[in-house]
Structures are given as C-alpha cells and as structure tokens.
C-alpha cells in the first residue's frame, strides 16, 4: 500500500520517525506542500519496509512507528495480504521499491488542534518473489485517500481508503 521532506523526514530504518517540528514550542507548524509529499511518501515506504523484520511483532513495532494505532491492525492487514502469494503456496513478495506516481495534498482542514492533512495518492510497489527454482517480478499500483496525522510526537499515517488496485506488471 503505502509509501517516503527527505530534508525533513527520516526513513524508518534510520531513525524510525518522521517529524516535522515547530519552531514554537507545544505547537505543530502546518507543513509546506513539497514537505507534505515527503513525508507522506517517506511514511508511505516505511509501511512497506516493516515487513522486512523477521518476526509479527517486530512488523508492529516498526508500523506503529509511521501509522496511527487505530489502523495498525487493519494495515497490517491489507499489506501482508498484498504481499503474499496465496496462489503460489503463500511465497511472500520481497519489496524492492515503493514509488509516488503521484499525489495531491490538501492542507486547508489543517487545524492546530487536531493537526492533520488529506493527500490523494497514487503509488507502485515493485517486488519480486524466488519460488519454484525461479523468479517472479511484480509492480503493482495502488489509488487511496489519505489522512496524516500528528499525534503529539510526530506524523503517522491515520487512515487510508484504497480507492484502486491493480497489478501493472508481472514477468
């Protein structure tokens, strides 16, 4: 599903949050646009590099890191799902890469209160499973609503509403 500006995000891998801090102290700074595809890109990715951890648990605690804990199991979800290949004896996909192709971010709901902002996202997973003696690559593309929010700490994914998905390529 999801994937990361790299000038104000960190990659899970790195650090494990991405944040974007305001010079006032308590508050949340409203990001720019450009930051706001970063991020949402940045944190996008890190769903897909949790299921690099070798074990269930290990895959949560990377998730809660950039996804909202209302959503963690549902994610999880949706994403081990679009990963394993039931129809080749459950072979999990190895994620190669996580592209934006592209996204549309609406910062106007953005309240200090509540900090959060909407992006209309369009993105490709590239992965590739070894099975069978041989190899299989795919590039799938994925259409959703988002909704990042910050929740004291820093941003998290708090909501996705998979519009489309569709399998672009498979060799």
Same mark, same amino acid.
């Given at each position: 599903? #999801?994937?990361?500006?790299?000038?104000?995000?960190?990659?899970?891998?790195?650090?494990?949050?991405?944040?974007?801090?305001?010079?006032?102290?308590? %508050?949340?700074?409203?990001?720019?646009?450009?930051?706001?595809?970063?991020?949402?890109?940045?944190?996008?990715?890190?769903? &897909?590099?949790?299921?690099?951890?070798?074990?269930?648990?290990?895959?949560?605690?990377?998730?809660?890191?950039?996804?909202?804990?209302?959503?963690?199991?549902?994610? &999880?979800?949706?994403?081990?799902?679009?990963?394993?290949?039931?129809?080749?004896?459950?072979?999990?996909?190895?994620?190669?890469?996580?592209?934006?192709?592209?996204?549309?971010?609406?910062?106007?709901? #953005?309240?200090?209160?509540?900090? %959060? #902002?909407?992006?209309?996202?369009?993105?490709?997973?590239?992965?590739?499973?070894?099975?069978?003696?041989?190899?299989?690559?795919?590039?799938?593309?994925?259409?959703?609503?988002?909704?990042? %929010?910050?929740?004291?700490?820093?941003?998290?994914?708090?909501?996705?509403?998979?519009?489309?998905?569709?399998?672009?390529?498979?060799?």
């Amino acid at each position: 599903l #999801f994937a990361g500006g790299l000038l104000a995000a960190v990659l899970l891998r790195d650090v494990g949050r991405v944040r974007i801090r305001s010079p006032f102290a308590g %508050r949340v700074a409203l990001p720019s646009v450009d930051q706001a595809k970063q991020l949402v890109a940045a944190l996008n990715e890190n769903v &897909y590099r949790a299921f690099e951890a070798q074990s269930e648990d290990a895959i949560y605690d990377l998730l809660a890191q950039s996804v909202d804990a209302s959503l963690l199991d549902e994610l &999880y979800g949706q994403v081990y799902e679009s990963l394993v290949l039931s129809e080749q004896g459950g072979a999990m996909c190895s994620v190669e890469s996580v592209e934006v192709v592209e996204e549309t971010v609406d910062l106007a709901a #953005f309240d200090e209160s509540d900090p %959060r #902002f909407r992006v209309d996202m369009r993105w490709q997973v590239q992965g590739s499973v070894a099975h069978w003696g041989h190899v299989h690559r795919r590039l799938n593309e994925y259409h959703a609503d988002l909704v990042v %929010r910050h929740d004291g700490e820093g941003w998290k994914i708090a909501s996705v509403a998979v519009k489309e998905q569709r399998r672009v390529q498979e060799s």
